[in-house]
């Protein structure tokens, strides 16, 4: 998603009025309406999707050093001491439904993320082109998190069910509870996967953010590097 971030600025250029106002304050830039307006929109709708993919591709978490959902910090004991009595495969088969849950969730927030900037102001733009290497990414996740949760749970949710994630999630609780000296722990699985989702969106949408403000190789048209030299 080498062109996310300018994407996001597309949107948020939506009137005409805006446009010109934008075009009329760099005109050192040469960008022009049509330009922002018909190859930004596009770039950000292919670049969404895109990234977005490529994490609810199988293994687009797992995978993925960066975003892999591992056990929540209260099972990390349950999972060593599975390993230590030989099992292994069964916290392995916890790990790999918790991510394949996330896989199957993600690509409901490509709406989500395109309604987000569209709403963005001429202000916002501003901001967000001008601002720290983070900002496009901190827009997002003020505007979006609440609905990306709200779209992400209920899919998760489904996709734990419907691989009997609550029998092996039981079995593998209650084996841990059975053992003697420990504190029996019931887990919201569907919240903790939903979250770690959530955080596995934003961070890939950081890195992409960062390689195009920082990285003028990455600016791949000659539209890119015109609008992020506003920025260097």
């Known amino acids: 998603m080498k062109q996310f971030f300018v994407l996001v600025m597309v949107f948020a250029l939506s009137s005409c009025a805006e446009l010109q106002e934008i075009a009329s304050q760099y005109p050192q830039a040469g960008v022009t309406e049509g330009e922002i307006a018909g190859g930004l929109k596009q770039a950000l709708h292919?670049?969404?999707?895109k990234e977005v993919q490529k994490l609810a591709q199988e293994g687009g978490f797992s995978a993925n050093q960066l975003v892999r959902i591992?056990?929540?910090?209260q099972l990390q004991k349950v999972d060593q001491t599975l390993r230590d009595i030989?099992?292994?495969n069964l916290a392995d088969r916890g790990i790999d439904i918790l991510n394949k849950a996330a896989e199957d969730a993600v690509s409901e927030g490509i709406p989500i993320f395109v309604d987000a900037i569209?709403?963005?102001?001429?202000?916002?733009?501003?901001?967000?082109?001008l601002g720290s290497q983070d900002a496009a990414t901190s827009y997002l996740r003020d505007k979006t998190s609440e609905k990306l949760y709200a779209r992400f749970n209920p899919v998760i949710v489904s996709s734990l069910d419907q691989v009997g994630a609550n029998d092996l999630w039981s079995?593998?609780?209650?084996?841990?509870?059975?053992?003697?000296?420990t504190t029996p722990m019931n887990p919201d699985l569907s919240d903790y996967v939903t979250r770690e989702a959530l955080e596995g969106v934003y961070t890939m949408i950081a890195i992409e953010e960062e390689e195009i403000r920082s990285n003028v190789q990455a600016r791949t048209s000659n539209l890119l590097r015109r609008v992020f030299a506003l920025q260097d």
């Open 86 to 88: 030989g099992l292994g």
């Open 118 to 129: 569209q709403e963005m102001t001429i202000t916002d733009a501003r901001s967000i082109l």
């Open 171 to 181: 079995t593998i609780i209650n084996r841990y509870n059975d053992l003697p000296f």
């Open 46 to 49: 292919n670049g969404v999707e």
């Open 70 to 73: 591992g056990l929540p910090d």
